[in-house]
């Protein structure tokens, strides 16, 4: 069983930046492909980034691409989401999520590729 916690999420302005983190637990996160995904209420939870499980590989939505960067640290077994140049559309609940361990260039890019999920973190974006 693996166990996320979501961290740094908040409010801030918009244009401003904010860097969220997931601590991961268990002995295989060096091989998890990892994601975050955002929810509004009342709309689909919505695909954000991946990553592969060595770090060299990694997919954005089109509409966060060149804003946000996923990275990872395996020897903290923490993955980060740095968010930059907010906007108040950013506004949502913030997920980490991750796979069953897999070959190391894996990206999952799908809420059903991923086994397991943190509680959320939420972000607030004012303008």
């Known amino acids: 069983q693996v166990q996320l916690v979501e961290s740094g999420g908040g409010l801030v302005q918009a244009g401003g930046s904010l860097r969220l983190s997931c601590a991961a637990s268990g002995r295989t996160f060096s091989r998890s492909p990892m994601g975050w995904f955002r929810q509004v209420p009342g709309k689909e939870r919505e695909f954000v980034a991946a990553i592969s499980g060595t770090g060299g590989n990694t997919y954005y939505s089109q509409s966060m691409k060149g804003r946000f960067t996923i990275t990872r640290d395996n020897a903290k077994n923490t993955v980060y989401l740095e968010m930059n140049t907010l906007e108040p559309e950013d506004t949502a609940v913030y997920y980490c999520?991750?796979?069953?361990?897999?070959?190391?260039?894996?990206?999952?890019?799908?809420?059903?590729?991923?086994?397991?999920w943190g509680q959320g973190t939420q972000v607030t974006v004012s303008s």
């Open positions: 999520a991750a796979g069953r361990p897999t070959y190391p260039a894996a990206l999952y890019y799908s809420e059903s590729e991923y086994t397991y």
